[in-house]
């Protein structure tokens, strides 16, 4: 079991570049996550699909999209990158019978 | 709505030596907690939860929290820290089990061991 894979590791972009983030888990868990971690503000929700098909914003989505593209894949779009948006972004996944989040180990990026 | 407040955002400590990182919450349902922990560069992962039942809770690592719901808190303690604990530490929330609720996380403590 790999649990959550996230690639890249690392990005950088120029601003107005676009870019999808990946990220897919193995533990056929229905609930996936998109958030975005900045120095002393924790992790920030952008995006969350509770069951393959659905997909909603969280506390942070203007400036990204989101695609579920079936159970184990859930992808994040920056269409236009901003400086704003550089940061730490992690996907997460939790099942029914678990109630915690499985997070993948990240991917760091900058936009200049 | 629900939120999370850690109420340090810095502890540092000796290494063997106890230390509490503190946790509040506010809910005006029932509640699920949690404790995650982050190492330098890597992603989260759990330590300990609190579901139901007994009010203490104990983690991996030699962790331990207790809720405490007439003080809203969840507090995470350890009875003597190592080296290898220098980590972040996050208090979480949520109110539902199904995988459909979201979860809330606090800002963070960052743990820091002198030797």
């Known amino acids: 079991n790999a649990g959550v894979t996230q690639t890249p590791k690392f990005q950088v972009l120029k601003t107005g570049q676009s870019m999808t983030l990946q990220c897919a888990q193995d533990?056929?868990?229905?609930?996936m996550y998109w958030y975005r971690q900045d120095p002393g503000m924790g992790l920030r929700l952008i995006y969350y699909s509770a069951s393959e098909g659905t997909t909603d914003k969280g506390e942070v989505p203007n400036g990204y999209n989101v695609s579920r593209l079936n159970k184990r894949e859930f992808s994040l779009r920056l269409e236009s990158a901003a400086p704003s948006q550089t940061s730490v972004y992690f996907c997460?996944?939790?099942?029914?019978?678990?109630?915690?989040?499985?997070f993948g180990p990240g991917t760091r990026l900058t936009v200049l | 709505a629900q939120s999370v407040t850690q109420l340090d955002s810095q502890v540092p400590v000796f290494e063997e030596a106890p230390v509490e990182l503190r946790c509040n919450y506010s809910?005006?349902?029932?509640?699920?907690l949690f404790w995650y922990v982050q190492y330098p560069n890597q992603g989260l992962q759990l330590l300990l939860k609190?579901?139901?039942?007994?009010?203490l809770v104990k983690g991996i690592n030699g962790f331990e929290a207790e809720f405490n719901k007439s003080q809203t808190s969840f507090h995470l303690r350890k009875p003597s820290v190592h080296i290898s604990d220098t980590a972040e530490y996050f208090c979480?929330?949520?109110?539902?089990?199904?995988?459909?609720?979201?979860?809330?996380f606090g800002s963070g403590t960052r743990l820091s061991i002198r030797p």
């Open positions: 997460a996944s939790r099942g029914l019978a678990h109630n915690e989040q499985f």
């Open positions: 533990m056929n868990h229905n609930s």
């Open positions: 809910s005006s349902v029932s509640v699920y």
């Open positions: 979480a929330v949520t109110s539902g089990y199904s995988s459909a609720s979201k979860i809330i």
């Open positions: 609190y579901l139901s039942g007994s009010t």
